[in-house]
């Protein structure tokens, strides 16, 4: 589960943010404006660590905090939050994990992320000039200068922190050059998400679903249909050659681990939804962080016990849809194991004569997994045979730098 303590609140105001407009959805009635918050309160807060841990069977439970912008919530908040967990945790082991863009992260907040163990997820768009296009302070600033001094400090503090970069309509086309400015920060476990949004007024239906009418406007900066998968073969293209075994890359990972037969760690390639679901502010829950729509609310913690709410009819209908709606042509691909049609929400191409709609981003998907083929083919050889993946690198050099 994701907490988002500041809801939509963020200091930055990115173009391509897919939860500034969630403040519209969830301006409150004039009547419950007074009791209505978009911060967690303490008794919230208390509430659902101890709401949380219960609710789980595993002897490790990891917290998640994201936003709009988690560091809003203020660093007492989150002494609070560890506070908490120890009080409710029962032996059990409690990690943290906070993503944020980074720029109110000053000594303070890194000396608080070190002595709690705190992962931090920085979210930067790989070079200068790329991440200021979009990610720039509510007052128009460059922000890249500011994320680089806070990955300094975190680096000084030992605070292990991995990168998140999102792939638009401006660095698709720079897979290699991303993955070395991220490389040169210091970063060596990166992330990769594409962004495809469609534009807020062909969103919604009458009866608040997700329902992207068939000639749905795509934002101008969305990431172009092949273009993610150039902008991860470039970056394969490196990592494969030079970094496996000293810098991780979350798709790459999760591709191995789905070719040993493990399950995948990336949401986009299960089988299934429904495993990162989002708790509001308020205490609301929806089924994911990319549906947090009024059809997709689960119910509060506060009327509805966390664990019922996640085994919920409605959250399994949620998760299963996934894999029951797909197109002929997806349940026909020699990779659909890989992707199983890739992340419903990015569903949005008519196909002619069917009722569903096939993945924005398939052809992409394609590429990606075929272009990996290969390497995953001697990886899994030399980790059965008794070696790791960095083993199968030597051979790699003379099948990837001729792509």
């Not at 980074?102 to 991440?131: C, K, M, P, T, Y």
């Not at 050059?177 to 210091?186: C, D, F, I, M, N």
């Not at 085994?311 to 691909?333: D, I, P, V, Y």
Request: net charge neutral; with cysteine.
């Amino acid at each position: 589960m994701m907490a988002k303590p500041a809801s939509y609140r963020c200091n930055l105001k990115c173009d391509y943010c897919f939860y500034l407009e969630k403040e519209q959805m969830m301006q409150p009635d004039i009547q419950e404006k007074e009791a209505a918050s978009d911060q967690m309160s303490d008794a919230m807060l208390k509430r659902y660590v101890r709401d949380y841990i219960r609710s789980q069977d595993s002897d490790m439970v990891d917290f998640a905090w994201q936003g709009g912008e988690p560091t809003l919530a203020g660093l007492d908040f989150y002494r609070n939050a560890v506070k908490y967990q120890q009080q409710y945790a029962d032996g059990k082991t409690i990690t943290n994990s906070f993503q944020t863009n980074a720029i109110a992260i000053n000594r303070q907040w890194a000396q608080f992320f070190a002595e709690h163990q705190f992962l931090i997820g920085v979210s930067v768009d790989g070079a200068a000039e790329v991440h200021d296009t979009y990610r720039i302070s509510v007052n128009g600033k460059p922000t890249f200068e500011r994320v680089k001094h806070a990955i300094e400090l975190l680096k000084e503090y030992q605070v292990p922190f991995n990168t998140l970069t999102v792939i638009n309509d401006q660095n698709w086309d720079k897979g290699k050059e991303t993955y070395r400015a991220l490389k040169a920060l210091g970063s060596e476990h990166l992330q990769f998400i594409p962004i495809v949004e469609i534009e807020p007024h062909c969103q919604l239906s009458s009866t608040g679903h997700y329902s992207p009418a068939a000639d749905a406007t795509l934002t101008p900066f969305s990431v172009p249909a092949e273009g993610y998968g150039r902008f991860m073969t470039e970056v394969f293209n490196e990592w494969v050659t030079q970094d496996v075994g000293t810098i991780y890359v979350r798709m790459f990972d999760s591709i191995l681990a789905t070719w040993m037969g493990y399950p995948a760690s990336v949401c986009i390639q299960s089988k299934n939804c429904g495993q990162a679901m989002v708790i509001e502010a308020n205490g609301d829950v929806y089924s994911c962080d990319h549906y947090v729509y009024p059809a997709n609310k689960l119910g509060n913690i506060t009327q509805t016990n966390i664990a019922k709410l996640a085994l919920s009819k409605q959250q399994q209908r949620f998760g299963q849809a996934k894999s029951t709606r797909l197109t002929e042509q997806c349940k026909q691909c020699e990779v659909r194991m890989l992707c199983h049609g890739g992340c419903p929400k990015h569903r949005i191409v008519p196909q002619a004569g069917e009722k569903n709609r096939q993945n924005y981003l398939c052809q992409s998907y394609q590429q990606i997994f075929k272009h990996t083929a290969p390497a995953m083919h001697h990886m899994v050889q030399a980790i059965r045979g008794g070696g790791i993946a960095a083993d199968a690198m030597p051979a790699m050099s003379t099948i990837y730098t001729q792509r």
